[in-house]
């Protein structure tokens, strides 16, 4: 073992020497391996203020540097390609459609999440593994999701590899070859994962808001039932992307690429795609709501929720209402940290710090294009749920009665909100995802200053005001566990009503 030591001693040395032997600096320093290593003899260097011979310095960084503005061209088939340029190495790159569950046929439900699943595997061009290693051989990174209203397809990898990014990303895309064998083996893995649903009470209780509350698109799931499973097949995927993988209600969107060389790589991939005249979105009509589950759990949860009407396209209204979830805050009982963690927020100090049956307690929302959900989710002992449903509705309450709301408390849920969204957007992929989903919102990407005044402008009326229109909608009331003790609808409806 020695002896194989002193060998690698001695071949470092030789390499230190090989390495450094035409510089006059290191051919004076006489302090051998250790000398390299741990400084010795460094005063036969050049002092630390004199630059090294033929290194170049770089000019400083200006004072001030122009955040870079996101460009957009628009094909001629509809197709919009978006980008913004970043100083990093690595840049992300998305594809997003405007097609979601809020789509689906009966035929066809189930078929985003069923499409989620599917992602990035066998195309028309290349199987599953090879895929996955030319991925793996630029050290990328990509990932898929389903919403209601839109889908997305992300790679992340360094800018160099912008070509290799893009076909993969519109590969995937445009020719899944939905083999039969990778259809069955995601749909039983569907099926794993309704079997396990009772493991995210809360995200059953959103789909449950969802299905309760809206009458139209928004009431149909987002996650496939069984017997969407037993029906879903390749036809069935093959028709609902014929149907809405369109020109029109595509963008492809990165951060950190230059907008001409983005245009460059996709505009030959992208340009044949069909132009169809996009179709009219899905209507939903919010209504209101009760779902009641009783299931083996040592917990129930409850939310109550209400519209945000307008959705995203009301943006003053959207802004206000993501102060107003910062404002509310709340969380699990037990949060590491400080105030970062909304121990400061109104929820976390005049309820979880309170009472000790309750395991969480937080504000949510869920905003869609022209509507969404804003409420109160809470995981209770079941003998203290009814007590739970009345704290909720007295926070909801109180936040829509003026002067209950102090300043203090608005400028430190105003100054959260910017915080979380210019911390978010220092992300490559959120940077990315935002550039995608705005345009496909808005036709445009809006600059971040736009909704930093927003929030900056928001003010105790706005709030006040805000959370009145909203809890006058009808309410939508969701449990589940050991809901034995959860008030009736009627009873929790009737303490808005008589404000």
Known sequence: MYRAAGSHLRSLKNHGAS????????????????????????????????????????????????????????????????????????????????CGSIYETPASSGASHLLERMAFRSTANRSHLRLVREVEAIGGNVSASASREQMSYTYDALKSYAPEMVEVLVDSVRNPAFLEWEVKEQLQKIKSEISEVSSNPQGLLLEALHSAGYSGALAKPLMATESAIR?????????????????????????GLEHDELVSIAEPLLSDLPG??????????????????????????????????????????????????????????????????????RLYLRVLN???????????????????????????????????????????????TPGKVTQE????????????????????????????????TYG?????????????????????????????????????????HVPSYESVSRKFLSK
């Open 19 to 98: 390495r450094f032997a035409s510089t006059s600096v290191v051919k004076q320093s006489s302090g051998g391996l250790f000398s390299w290593l741990l400084g010795g003899g460094s005063s036969q260097l050049p002092p630390l203020d004199v630059p090294l011979p033929g290194i170049t310095i770089p000019p400083p960084l200006p004072d001030f540097v122009e955040q870079s503005k996101t460009k957009i061209t628009t094909l001629p088939n509809g197709i919009k390609i978006a980008s913004e340029t970043s100083p990093g190495a690595a840049a992300s790159v998305g594809l997003y459609i405007d």
């Open 231 to 255: 029906r879903l097949d390749i036809s069935t995927l093959e028709e609902f992307i014929h149907e809405n993988y369109t020109a029109p209600r595509m963008v492809l969107a990165a951060s």
């Open 276 to 345: 169809v005249k996009r179709h009219e979105e899905p209507k939903s009509v919010y209504v209101g709501g009760d779902y009641r589950c009783q299931a083996d759990s040592p917990n129930t949860h409850i939310a109550l929720a209400f519209e945000v009407p307008g959705g995203w396209r009301q943006e003053k209204t959207a802004m206000i209402v993501t102060v107003l979830q910062m404002l509310m805050g709340g969380g699990g009982s037990f949060s590491v940290g400080g105030p970062g963690k909304g121990m400061h927020s």
């Open 354 to 400: 309170k009472y000790d049956q309750i395991e969480s307690f937080s504000a949510f929302n869920s905003i869609y294009n022209d509507s969404g959900l804003f409420g109160i989710h809470a995981a209770t002992s079941p003998d203290f749920a009814s007590t739970a449903v009345d704290l909720a509705a007295g926070e909801l309450l109180e936040v829509a």
């Open 409 to 440: 408390q608005l400028d430190r849920a105003k100054e959260a909100t910017k915080a979380a969204v210019l911390m978010n957007l220092e992300s490559r992929i959120v940077a990315s995802e935002d550039i995608g989903r705005q345009v496909l």
């Open 444 to 484: 445009q990407r809006k600059p971040v200053e736009y909704f930093v005044r927003a929030v900056e402008a928001t003010t105790l009326n706005d709030i006040s005001t805000v959370a009145q229109k909203i809890i006058s909608s009808p309410l939508t009331l969701a449990s589940w566990g050991d809901v034995i």
